[in-house]
């Protein structure tokens, strides 16, 4: 009788392992499909924001017309959908007039009271913002997320979001070329359109936007002549999609293909289908070494929380060095600079530590909190900070 009952559950463990063995294959084998990289990397069909309209911003806690919804249109004929987003005291000093006119999506941007606001005033700062992956501009954490990036200067501080080609409102299909045409396509808005100068400008990526970011800060900077913006602040970065893959688990609990990362042959040959390789330890680096061969000013800022389980906090101190190692000629392996951060790096006990590194150009800022998991750390004021330290950067008269 026991034997019998051994069978049969050995049967059933074989049968279950069979399956899930069988599952995970063909898993596999989709992921090497562009169409379902696509949707795992992007995840832009999950929008998180399904019973809510995004031209009705007055749903998502702003007041009435702070949020101005409107189209971009991108270099390659596709229309991106953005809110441009005043601060909060600046909206009080017009709100009369705000508030007098239609709400809702705009046609003619370039007609609003906000738009005038941002476009006449020669103190004025414009923050790019750059989101992750998956929902909308007005998904779970971003909306926490653009009050504190002008919270530091209420009246000063604008904020302009996008959603890429796939996302939300935006038609298309996601890719790395036609998210960095996207992101070029706002900046070149915002600089011409507008008339911001690239010294008023910050770019804020968390999460994928975070490549997104340094693709288009790297773009520029390597132009002739270069065009080098106010700073970036990068929240929960990572190196490239192949090193991210290895530890990645969608909601910190299902991995996709951190199992094989044990098995290094084998990884390394499902890495070669990577379609969008987002090599982001490349851009930074090139980034970094353009400005400092043109002697160019610049402002790199990366935040990580330690308990982020979506992406990993090493991934900045690994993109750190990268960035490091290009504005010096020393070439430190990551365990020496390590040793120098040990040395140098501000503990701030329970808030994390602070790590910077400066040159005659450029700032390059590591800041690893304990806490603040993958989006929280969005809306707290370690990034307000990172942006008011930004702007004093490039003009120490700013207020």
């Keep these: ?181 996207d992101a070029v396509s706002v900046l070149e808005w915002a600089m011409k359109t507008v008339g911001i100068s690239p010294s008023r400008i910050l770019i804020f990526g968390q999460s994928i936007g975070t490549a997104v970011s340094l693709a288009v800060s790297e773009n520029y900077a390597l132009q002739s002549p270069p065009i080098v913006f106010a700073g970036s602040v990068l929240v929960a970065p990572f190196v490239d999609v192949s090193t991210l893959v290895a530890t990645y688990s969608v909601a910190g609990t299902i991995p996709i293909l951190s199992p094989l990362a044990r098995f290094p042959q084998m990884f390394r040959y499902l890495s070669t289908f990577i379609h969008d390789k987002w090599l982001s330890r490349d851009r930074i680096a090139r980034y970094v070494r353009a400005n400092e061969d043109n002697s160019k000013k610049y402002c790199l800022t990366l935040i990580h929380a330690e308990d982020d389980w979506d992406i990993p906090w090493h991934h900045t101190a690994k993109l750190f060095w990268h960035a490091v190692n290009a504005s010096t000629a020393e070439n430190l392996s990551y365990d020496e600079l390590n040793e120098t951060k040990n040395g140098r790096k501000i503990d701030l006990g329970a808030a994390g530590s602070v790590m910077e590194w400066r040159t005659e150009n450029g700032v390059i800022r590591e800041e690893i909190l304990k806490t603040g998991l993958h989006d929280v750390i969005m809306g707290n004021p370690v990034v307000s900070l990172a942006v008011m330290r930004t702007f004093a950067a490039t003009d120490p008269l700013w207020k």
């Design 1 to 181: 009788m026991a034997g019998t009952t051994t069978y049969v559950l050995f049967k059933y463990v074989s049968i279950s392992a069979t399956l899930v063995a069988g599952l995970y294959a063909t898993l596999l084998g989709l992921l090497t499909t562009s169409f379902f990289q696509a949707h795992v990397v992007y995840l832009h069909k999950i929008q998180m924001t399904w019973f809510k309209d995004l031209n009705v911003p007055e749903s998502f806690g702003f007041l009435r017309n702070q949020v101005t919804p409107f189209v971009i249109k991108s270099s390659d004929g596709g229309s991106l959908y953005a809110w441009h987003i005043l601060p909060v005291e600046l909206y009080r000093q017009h709100e009369s007039e705000l508030t007098a006119e239609p709400s809702g999506f705009v046609s003619d941007v370039s007609s609003r009271v906000a738009f005038r606001l941002l476009r006449d005033d020669p103190d004025a700062r414009l923050i790019i913002h750059m989101h992750g992956a998956a929902g909308t501009v007005g998904s779970g954490y971003r909306v926490p997320n653009y009050r504190a990036l002008s919270a530091g200067q209420p009246e000063k501080i604008h904020v302009l979001t996008f959603d890429y080609r796939g996302f939300g409102y935006s038609r298309g299909t996601p890719s790395e070329c036609g998210l960095i045409l």
